[in-house]
T-cell receptor, first 113, second 111 residues
């Protein structure tokens, strides 16, 4: 079973700062997901990636398969970016079966004006 | 296009009762996943349904069960409720293992 570790657990930054959240996992995956959860509980999928880098607006996600590591970057951070960011992985398929996502514990991000 | 919907939004039950939670996936999605987010425990995978069949389940007792209907909507049933079942239950859907889209969740409180 995959172990997913995120760092930092909590992060408070000033508006405009460049933010990096890290995620590492223990065994091979078919995909890694970055999710955003707002205080009301709703979850939004930000990225799903299996190699390289993806960019959407001010968000950038990278993954290094060999090192089993991914990073989520936020450029020009804004108070509305305040949320919990969760890394999750889909384990390698075997025999046609697959688990749902395995989640990290999340990073609580607060961006102060 | 409508997103994943869940009902009810909130549910209050007492110990020993049964709870039924419902999920409607995005149109065209054939897989439905159920997750539990209990306070302090993070998100955990509960069940995966695809094309009407249970494909996999997480480390949860058999009193957590469900089904997927021909229209791909799904039901999660929790029998013999215990206090620690109080949690946010999230449903997600996808097709062909692509990006999962999450519903707003059902908050279950067991008294």
């Amino acid at each position: 079973k995959n172990e997913v570790e995120q760092s930092p657990q909590n992060l408070t930054a000033q508006e405009g700062e460049f933010i990096t959240i890290n995620c590492s996992y223990s065994v091979g995956i078919s995909a890694l997901h970055w999710l955003q959860q707002h205080p009301g509980g709703g979850i939004v999928s930000l990225f799903m990636l299996s190699s390289g880098k993806k960019k959407h607006g001010r968000l950038i996600a990278t993954i290094n398969i060999q090192e089993k590591h991914s990073s989520l970057h936020i450029t020009a951070s804004h108070p509305r970016d305040s949320a919990v960011y969760i890394c999750a992985v889909t384990d390698m398929y075997s025999g046609g079966g697959a688990d749902g996502l395995t989640f990290g514990k999340g990073t609580h991000l607060i961006i102060q004006p | 296009e409508a997103g994943v919907t869940q009902s009810p939004t909130h549910l209050i039950k007492t110990r020993g009762q049964q709870a039924t939670l419902r999920c409607s996936p995005i149109s065209g999605h054939t897989s439905v996943y159920w997750y539990q987010q209990a306070l302090g425990l993070g998100l955990q995978f509960l069940l995966w349904y695809d094309e009407g069949e249970e494909r996999n389940r997480g480390n949860f007792p058999p009193r957590f069960s469900g089904r997927q209907f021909p229209n791909y909507s799904s039901e999660l049933n929790v029998n013999a409720l215990e206090l620690e079942d109080s949690a946010l239950y999230l449903c997600a859907s996808d097709i062909w293992g692509e990006t999962q889209y999450f519903g707003p969740g059902t908050r279950l409180l067991v008294l």
